[in-house]
């Protein structure tokens, strides 16, 4: 097939080498335009522009889509690039502009029809969603979604999966539309979460996964096979944009939710939380912890001290441990400003923590 891609980060890089492996024609790359970032700050082309370079795939990347926008210039270049590139599918990934809809029309002959033909989901725990099927000329815009549709829809599906506790997450493959990610389902794929994932780890998973179902996806369509359907009205709930200021961590808060939140902030924009008053109020990264059931300490008199939130009641080698709203936490990987991630052990050999010690909320 003969393919514009419009992505951006790592996530879309891997989906678009999946698409060149496969023997699909990649007419045109749409990302961002170059970033700062560095030390130096010095600007940096997208992953997904790497690729397209290194393999020598034409790239535009225009400021927006809008005919009507602030940007009319770039917009009206891109319709221009998108119409000589005679392109039978448009697939999306974490592009970063959302596609108005002489995007959609263009790339669409008829759009899919609605119907009733039902088929049953292919072998390999895949889903091939039942209803209509796409146009027979041009496909449209398809969508790779790092969420299980309905669930997730919005920017940082991975994230709030991994806050929210959910078993298990997926890709889905979506006919685009007007919507925030309310297209119709075409292919879908599940994949547990593992209890120490982190959206690091689950971003690459879900990356790979995304790129084979990609694949799969137009090989299907060529054979006039790809299945749509609508979304379920059920279960809908949205992944809000991660704002820097929800990595504070709120240490009145369950040890558990608190956990998973850790894990959804690595890597980024990574867990803060205030090393005490003996350490100047220092901004401390927590990259790695567990809620446990450790027992409460007990003082000379064999009393139980009245703990509050953020305290520090443990310290070793295993790690170190707050008391939270509900239960407590054992941090096993964190980072001074400045410094390196380390285990437990190797961070209190450079910093002295002691049992009492208090640790609380940055401010904003």
Known sequence: MRVVYAGTPEFARVALQALHAAGH????????????????????????????LEHGITVAQPRSLRLDGKYPEDAAAAQAMLAAAQADVMVVAAYGLILPQWVLDGMSAAGPSQGANAQNAPSGGSEALTAASVGAH????????ASLLPRWRGAAPIHRAIEAGDAETGVTIMQMDAGLDTGDMLLMDRL??????????????????????IVRSLALAQRGELRATPQPEQG?????????????????????????????????????TLLDGEHGGEVLKLWQAHATQTSHAIDAQGASPRLVPGQIVEVGAEGITVQCGQGRLRITELQRAGGKRLGAADFLRGTALRIGGQLGTTSS
């Open 25 to 52: 024609e990649i007419v045109l790359v749409l990302t961002q335009p170059d970033r700062p970032a560095g030390r130096g700050m010095k600007l940096q082309a997208s992953p997904v522009k790497q690729f397209a």
């Open 138 to 145: 041009k496909f449209g815009c398809l969508n790779i979604h």
């Open 192 to 213: 547990p979460i593992s209890p120490d994932d982190s959206t690091g780890t689950l971003h690459d998973k879900l990356a790979a996964l995304g790129g084979e179902l």
């Open 236 to 272: 809908v709930c949205y992944a809000h944009k991660i704002d820097k200021a929800e990595a504070q961590i709120e240490w009145s808060l369950p040890a558990d939710l608190i956990a998973r939140r850790i894990r959804a902030f690595n890597p980024a924009p990574g867990a803060q």
